[in-house]
């Protein structure tokens, strides 16, 4: 899988959250990140049709996903998950999974619940923990042919031992799935050791994409990060 993102540009009013990222994410688990604000979320939502640029291209495997509606390229495969929980509350595990699949018009796996780790699916998402409710959320995102799944900060809140339990996780979808999968992480650490490729977003710009270790190296990444730690 090849997600192909040229020249994109995004404005709300004077405010350009994309501007003019060119960008190409090949198979695998790859890294995005960048300070609060660079622009992250805002590509996560153009690609899934929540956000529309004022100009750019983005082609999957060749497709042009910008032509397709939102709800056209979920059932094509595109998936995502939100900065902001998605999970009803009242509703169990495994009714949360089938509503996901009946937007979708697929079946919903119940296997999926054993890959991401959460025992026993016939609790209501409300009385899971954090990092269960991260597991069934991430199970949503898998339902039916995932092609490119996009994480939003899937480990924001969770404890470092918690994170590292879900990224056990995440390293696996792409293999299991055949699917490439973007992961918006906060904790530089986590990205450098479960990411072979990352890329980095400042002030709607792309700063430098490449191989981890060596992108964590590049000055203008570090000076984007000064004040914050990156090791
Ligand atoms: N709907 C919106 N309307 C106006 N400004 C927005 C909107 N969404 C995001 N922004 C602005 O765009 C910039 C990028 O935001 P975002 O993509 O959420 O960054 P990140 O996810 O990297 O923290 C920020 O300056 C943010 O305030
Ligand atoms: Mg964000």
């Known amino acids: 899988m090849n997600l192909l993102i ?4 995004v404005r709300f009013g004077g405010v350009r959250p994309l501007d003019g990222v060119t960008l190409a994410f090949d198979s695998g688990l790859c890294g995005l ?7 992250k979320t ?8 929540f956000v529309r640029p004022v100009s750019g291209r983005v082609t999957a495997d060749g497709a042009d996903l910008l032509a397709l509606p939102p709800h056209r390229r979920a059932r094509w495969g595109l998936r995502r998950t939100f ?12 009714d949360n999974l089938r509503l996901a699949a009946d937007h979708l018009g697929g079946p919903a796996d ?5 890959f991401c780790g959460l025992d026993d699916p016939s609790r209501p998402a409300g009385a899971l923990t954090l990092l269960e409710r991260r597991r069934l959320e991430l199970a949503r995102a898998l339902v039916g042919v995932p092609r490119i799944v996009l ?8 404890s470092e031992a918690e994170s ?10 792409p293999d299991k799935f055949d699917a490439l999968v973007v992961l918006i992480e906060h904790d530089v650490a986590l990205v450098s050791e479960v990411c072979a490729t990352t890329a980095v977003l400042d002030f709607g710009r ?7 270790a060596q992108v964590l190296a590049d000055d203008r990444v570090r000076a984007a990060y000064l004040g914050e730690e990156v090791t």
Request: charged share 15%; no cysteine.
């Open 206 to 212: 792309l700063l430098a994409a490449g191989p981890t």
């Open 110 to 114: 119940q296997g999926l619940f054993g």
């Open 83 to 94: 900065q902001q929980e998605q999970v009803v509350a009242e509703l169990s595990a495994a």
């Open 164 to 173: 590292r339990a879900l990224a056990e996780v995440v390293v696996a979808v």
């Open 42 to 49: 805002t590509l996560f939502n153009v690609l899934s049709g």
């Open 33 to 39: 990140i960048g300070p609060n604000g660079a622009g």
């Open 151 to 158: 994480l939003d900060e899937p480990a924001a809140g969770l």
């Open 6 to 9: 040229e020249d994109l540009r």
